[in-house]
């Protein structure tokens, strides 16, 4: 299993060039079965790491690309009267109901749209003119957005940013894997390299496997006490926080810690575990103040800062 999991890492590591800690952000969301916000400027692959996950693996893939004038039924789907009997309404499913959803440049639809995600994200199933529908078991919202070209977006609320397990951000390459992706994309213009595909009930197995991964009572302590200092800061905290992390921050972070260890071939949590994935769980669950925003202060450097004050015990 891990190693059908590994050589999807580095299929994926092949397809999207530099962005090693996007691809592991992916993975730990497969297992730990979370959404993930893709945030990056204009060309950095957001939607090409989305498609490549989806053909590494035999799921089905829908797409919405997010515009103003999209509706909630764009999104889960709508019911139509049958042409025999009008009475009888026939369900339309949208492109919802699919394994993974690519929800391209989600923060340009107006909320009403973004709220018709929440259900799906949250209970996995959406309602319908009064009837319940379920999603796939294997399922998940990649959604990206552009950090940059705010006029005509819509920011995301905080309650649909709290149902992303992970936040990453997606940057520039450097000089050398440039290079390699332009190397790479000129290579696939002259002929298309077959894809190994690996089984969704790997990545379901995975899910079962990491509920074996022991957490510590001192692990679970440091994880809580570092969401609660984000809610009573001290400090440049103070300065920095305006609302700190929600419980489901508390959750987000014991779950892909235990993944990250599954993934690092450990069976026990540590702290290396939780200080790598509480940037992406817990960075997008914060509400920074003018302040910080006036001293050009991010959520990295509101994460450093955290581990430097709460110790481990």
Not at 21 to 41: K, R, Y
Not at 93 to 111: H, K, Q, S, T, Y
Request: charged share 25%; proline share 6%; with cysteine.
């Amino acid at each position: 299993m891990k190693q059908k999991l590994e050589s999807l890492k580095q299929q994926l590591q092949q397809q999207v060039v530099g962005q090693n800690h996007v691809v592991e952000g992916l993975l730990i969301a497969l297992i730990a079965n979370g959404h993930v916000l893709l945030e990056g400027l204009p060309g950095t692959a957001k939607t090409r790491t989305v498609k490549a996950l989806a053909a590494a693996m035999t799921v089905d893939m829908g797409r919405i690309q997010f515009t103003p004038d999209l509706m909630p039924a764009d999104v889960v789907g709508y019911e139509v009267a049958q042409a025999d009997n009008a009475m009888e309404m026939t369900f339309v499913p949208g492109p919802v109901f699919n394994n993974i959803l690519l929800a391209d440049e989600i923060n340009r639809a107006p909320p009403k749209v973004q709220s018709a995600l929440l259900e799906a994200m949250e209970e996995r199933q959406v309602t319908v003119g009064g009837r319940t529908h379920a999603v796939p078991e294997l399922f998940l919202v990649m959604a990206t957005e552009n950090p940059i070209e705010q006029e005509g977006t819509y920011p995301l609320p905080e309650a649909q940013l709290d149902r992303f397990l992970l936040k990453i951000n997606v940057g520039y390459l450097d000089k050398a894997d440039e290079l390699l992706m332009l190397q790479l994309v000129k290579g696939e213009e002259k002929s298309i390299a077959p894809v190994e595909t690996i089984d969704p009930q790997v990545i379901l197995d995975a899910r079962k496997a990491i509920t074996e991964v022991y957490c510590s009572e001192n692990m679970e302590q440091y994880i809580v006490e570092l969401v609660t200092a984000t809610r009573h800061p001290t400090g440049k905290l103070a300065e920095w926080i305006a609302i700190g992390g929600s419980p489901r921050a508390t959750i987000a972070i014991e779950k892909c810690a235990r993944a990250h260890a599954w993934l690092e071939d450990k069976e026990f949590v540590d702290p290396d575990d939780v200080r790598a994935v509480l940037l992406p769980t817990l960075g997008h669950r914060l509400t920074l103040s003018f302040q910080a925003s006036a001293q050009k202060i991010d959520e990295p450097a509101v994460i450093a800062e955290l581990l430097q004050q709460v110790p481990v015990r």
